[in-house]
DNA sequence: TTAAATGCAAAATATTTGCACGTTG
DNA sequence: CAACGTGCAAATATTTTGCATTTAA
């Protein structure tokens, strides 16, 4: 689905060097596409002979959230969690027991009339619907 | 809109004593009813000659919104914010420049096609619009 | 009076920053 | 080689916790 060479390319493209940590990190977040996943979730996966600081982590998401290549989100509990972006608009299903994200469309006019309603200029939104995916229904 | 005396009886039922500091607390929320606040903002509207320690407007809200009395939320930046419950399921205009909250009515029937296709068993859902207001815009 | 709440101090957690050194382009 | 990235250590910031003392019911 994610092209490896599309995102070092739009990494080249904001001024980012490809080094080794943005690499293993990348390679990570390739892995899991589906799931969002917090700074202590990325070093947790960073194969054990390859050391990469916290803070080189921590600056490498936001770098990668700034040019564009990954989403964010806060969790309820205030951490963090990041993942690569898709193409088209959308919004999450989250499932609380596996962590599990299922994308489905936006439909932005839901909302719209309460904008206009009340003279509101959008900027962004957040839509997440939390609860158990078909998985883990069934256990 | 939200009687003081309400509150009161719901905390009790819960178990909770009714505290100076627990007051004093709810006295700033019901100023508030329009914005969420943080731990930190509650605390600097505490009127100065009455000390709150940190640890227990902490504990407080955390109270106050396990007995259903309040609302919280987790800003961009990982803060957690709070502000007393309306009666009807809303969701939230939130102005960026001002902290302003605009409620509109929830409207569940969006989603639920993305339910059934998915399997997906929902417990609860976040939906916020960001933007500016009225007020913030003319300037 | 007694269970719950508070204040204080210390701990836990997540994230950020300064700086010297290493590495990429 | 020059700019950017990294590791290390220390600093922030928010929130949580243990415990002795106070207080509401």
Redesign the interface.
């Known amino acids: 689905m994610i092209d490896k060479e599309d995102i070092y390319k739009k990494l080249k493209a904001g001024g980012h060097r490809i080094t080794r940590q943005k690499m293993a990190i990348l390679d990570i977040l390739l892995d899991n596409t589906d799931t969002m996943l917090s700074a202590g979730e990325i070093r947790s996966r960073i194969p054990m002979q390859m050391k990469i600081d916290d803070a080189t982590i921590y600056r490498n998401v936001q770098g990668f959230a700034d040019a564009g290549i990954l989403e964010s989100m ?3 509990s ?3 969690l990041y993942k690569l972006c898709d193409s088209s608009p959308h ?1 999450h ?1 989250i ?2 027991e596996c962590g599990r994200i ?1 994308n ?1 469309p936006c ?1 932005v006019d ?2 719209k009339p ?2 206009k ?18 998985d883990c ?1 069934d256990k």
Chains 1, 2 share one sequence.
Do not use: M, P, Q
């Open positions: 806060i969790d309820s205030g951490l963090n919004h299903l499932c609380t299922i489905f439909r839901f909302w309460y904008l309603e009340n003279n509101f200029i959008e900027s962004h939104h957040v839509i997440e619907i939390y609860g158990k995916c078909s229904a």
